[in-house]
């Protein structure tokens, strides 16, 4: 059963950095997409970044292009979400997402596509 434990999360100074990190088990790494969602307090989830099982292709929400960059080590089973240049309206749970991509290149943007869910991890940006 596929597990994905996301790390990272922490209280940061708007302007800060922060890497996230999702650790997955419980199938193989390189046959699943990867995506982070964000959930903030009274809003719906919604798309941050996503990676294709071959890293190759990326996505990113428009909210966030130029200041977060996902990526994904195979070795380490692990997907990174990179956050540059925090804002106060960045904070949030944030959540890994995983699928079994049969295709290499597909990057997958909408919640539903998504079957495995780490539990999140909080980010806060104070102004």
């Known amino acids: 059963q596929m597990q994905l434990v996301e790390s990272g999360g922490g209280v940061v100074q708007a302007g800060g950095s922060l890497r996230l990190s999702c650790a997955v088990s419980g199938g193989p790494f390189s046959n699943y997409a990867m995506g982070w969602f964000r959930q903030a307090p009274g809003k719906e989830r919604e798309f941050v970044a996503a990676i294709a099982r071959n890293g190759g292709s990326t996505s990113y929400a428009y909210s966030v292009k130029g200041r977060f960059t996902i990526s994904r080590d195979g070795a380490k089973n692990t997907v990174y979400l990179q956050m540059n240049s925090l804002k106060p309206e960045d904070t949030a749970i944030y959540s890994c997402?995983?699928?079994?991509?049969?295709?290499?290149?597909?990057?997958?943007?909408?919640?539903?596509?998504?079957?495995?869910w780490g539990r999140g991890t909080q980010v806060t940006v104070s102004s």
């Open positions: 997402a995983a699928r079994l991509a049969y295709d290499s290149i597909m990057i997958y943007s909408g919640p539903t596509s998504y079957p495995y």
